[in-house]
DNA sequence: CGTATTATTGACTCCATTCAAAGATAGTGG
DNA sequence: CCACTATCTTTGAATGGAGTCAATAATACG
C-alpha cells in the first residue's frame, strides 16, 4: 500500500472517543471510561465536508446522530410555501439530528457553513448500543431534552422585540463558544446577516441596523463577520428591560 | 369495607393500559401484548385535576412522563421579564414532560385547563424499564422526537401573519382532533382568545377581529368558545398563498 | 482586477399592537 | 332563580415597529 493509504489508517485507529478534545462536551460527557470504549468502537468518526455541502436533507431517512467535531453548521426548516428558516446552528462538540427521531425521516435539512467534520453513531446501532450501555440511553435522553427546551427558548426568544432577538442570538453564542474554551467576546460569524434573520425572523436589514446600533451605543464593535462584545452586562439589560 | 371504597378498588383494578381507549394514541401503540402488560404494572393511573391546578411546575423536579386520559392540559414558559407564553396544548392520550428530561427540572409549568386526569410513568422506572422493554425505549425515543418536531412546526408557524397563524391552529386542532375520533370540524375549545394569542403570538384582540374575518368570508361559524369549520380547503388555501 | 455576493443606509408602507370603551358570559351568593 | 361581579370578548381608532423597496458600499472570490 502507498504510504497515503497508511496514513489514513494510521488516523483512523488514533482518533477515538477516548482522546477526542470534545468529549466532554459530546456524547462520552457523563460515561465511564468502559462506557466510552464501547461506543467508540461504533462511533463512525471524521467525515468531511465544505461549505454548502449537506450532512442531510429534508425527508431524507434517519441515518443516526451526528456530533460535530470541528466547524460549524446550520439546521434549515422549510414552510409550507417554501420559505426558509434558520432552526439551529450547530458548534463543535454539539450534537444534530434528533429531528430525525420522529418518524424515521428528517424533518430539517442541516447544512455546514465551513469546511467541517463529523462522527456518527448510526441509527441501526442506536438501540442495541443503549440497552449494552444505559448510561448512553440516559445521555440520549438528556440530549434530545436539550434538543427540546433549546428550541422552546428560541421560539420564546422569536417573540421579543427585533433588538432583544439580537441580543439574545448575541449572548447565547458567546456562552456557547465560552464553554467550548473559546473566546466568548470575540466572535467570528459564520452565519450572514440573512442567516441570522432567518435564525431570529428578521430581514437582514433589520439584523444590519441593530448591530450598527449596537454599536453606536458602545455595546459591540462589528467588523464584518467578526463580532467584538465590549460591554456584556448593558447587552443583557437590553433582554431583561 | 363500604361498597364506595370496594368501587374504588375495582376501579383501579379495571383500568389499565391494555383496556383503555386511548391505548393506540398513547404510550402502548405499537407495543406488543406482552410489553403492554408489563409497562401497565407501573404506569400510575387516573390522577384527577381540576381548571387551573398544576401537573407540574418550572423549576419542579422531573417525575415522570405524563398521558392525558381525559380533559386537556396547556404548557406554558415564562421568558426572562416573566411574560408568559404558551409552549403547548395537549389532548387526551398526548404525552407531557418531556421539558424535563434536559435537566432533571422542567422548563415549563403545565395546568390543566378543566377537568383532568392523566396516567405516570414514574422517572425512577423509566430506564429499568426500558432495558427490560426495548420497544418502550424507541416509543419514547419517538415521542421526544415528535414533541422536537411539533415545537418546531409551532415555532414556524410564529413566524408567518396572524391570519395564518390562526390557521395553522385550527387545522392542527383539528387534524388532532380527527385523530382521536372527534369531531373535526365542530371544535369546542378549552383556550381563551388570550390563551390562543400567547400560544400564537398574538394579541387577543388580533385573534379575536381574525375570527370575525374568517366567519365573514364563511370560513368558520364562531359562537364563543364552540367554532365550527365549514370550509377546510378555504382555510388552508390562506396557509399556501 | 473585475465580478458576484453580501452589507449598509434611507424613505416609505403596512400589519399588528395599543389604548379605550362597550358588550357578553360565567360564576357566586343572596 | 336572579342579581351582581369578575372575567372574557368584541369593536374601533390611532400608533409604531419592523418590513419592503431601492440604491450605494464593501467584501469575497475567481
Redesign the interface.
Given at each position: 500500500m502507498t504510504p497515503f493509504v497508511s496514513s489514513e489508517i494510521k488516523t483512523k485507529l488514533q482518533i477515538t472517543c477516548q482522546n477526542c478534545n470534545l468529549s466532554d462536551l459530546c456524547i462520552p460527557r457523563g460515561l465511564s471510561q468502559k462506557d466510552v470504549e464501547r461506543i467508540s468502537n461504533i462511533v463512525t468518526r471524521r467525515k468531511i465536508l465544505h461549505k454548502g455541502d449537506y450532512l442531510y436533507r429534508q425527508g431524507d431517512k434517519f441515518r443516526g446522530i451526528l456530533a460535530i467535531k470541528a466547524g460549524t453548521a446550520k439546521l434549515v426548516?422549510l414552510?409550507?410555501?417554501g420559505?426558509e428558516?434558520l432552526?439551529g446552528y450547530y458548534l463543535p462538540g454539539e450534537l444534530l439530528g434528533?429531528?430525525?427521531?420522529?418518524?424515521e425521516r428528517h424533518?430539517?435539512s442541516a447544512l455546514a457553513l465551513e469546511t467541517l467534520t463529523y462522527c456518527e453513531i448510526p441509527a441501526e446501532q442506536i438501540?442495541s448500543l443503549?440497552?449494552e450501555v444505559?448510561n448512553l440511553?440516559?445521555e440520549?435522553?438528556?440530549h434530545?431534552?436539550?434538543?427540546?427546551?433549546a428550541?422552546?427558548s428560541?421560539?420564546?426568544?422569536?417573540?421579543?422585540g427585533a433588538e432583544e432577538r439580537v441580543v439574545g442570538f448575541l449572548l447565547d453564542l458567546s456562552d456557547r463558544l465560552s464553554r467550548r474554551g473559546l473566546s466568548g467576546t470575540e466572535i467570528k460569524l459564520t452565519l450572514s446577516r440573512l442567516e441570522i434573520g432567518k435564525y431570529l425572523?428578521l430581514t437582514l436589514e433589520s439584523v444590519s441596523r441593530i448591530l450598527k446600533n449596537f454599536e453606536g451605543m458602545g455595546f459591540v464593535t462589528v467588523n464584518a463577520k467578526s463580532i467584538h462584545i465590549i460591554d456584556k452586562d448593558k447587552l443583557r439589560n437590553v433582554?431583561?428591560?
Open positions: 426548516s414552510d409550507l410555501d420559505n428558516f432552526t434528533f429531528d430525525g427521531l420522529a418518524d424533518a430539517c438501540d443503549c440497552l444505559p440511553m440516559r440520549l435522553f438528556r434530545v431534552g436539550q434538543a427540546l427546551t428550541e422552546t428560541h421560539h420564546l426568544l422569536s417573540q421579543r425572523g433582554l431583561t428591560n
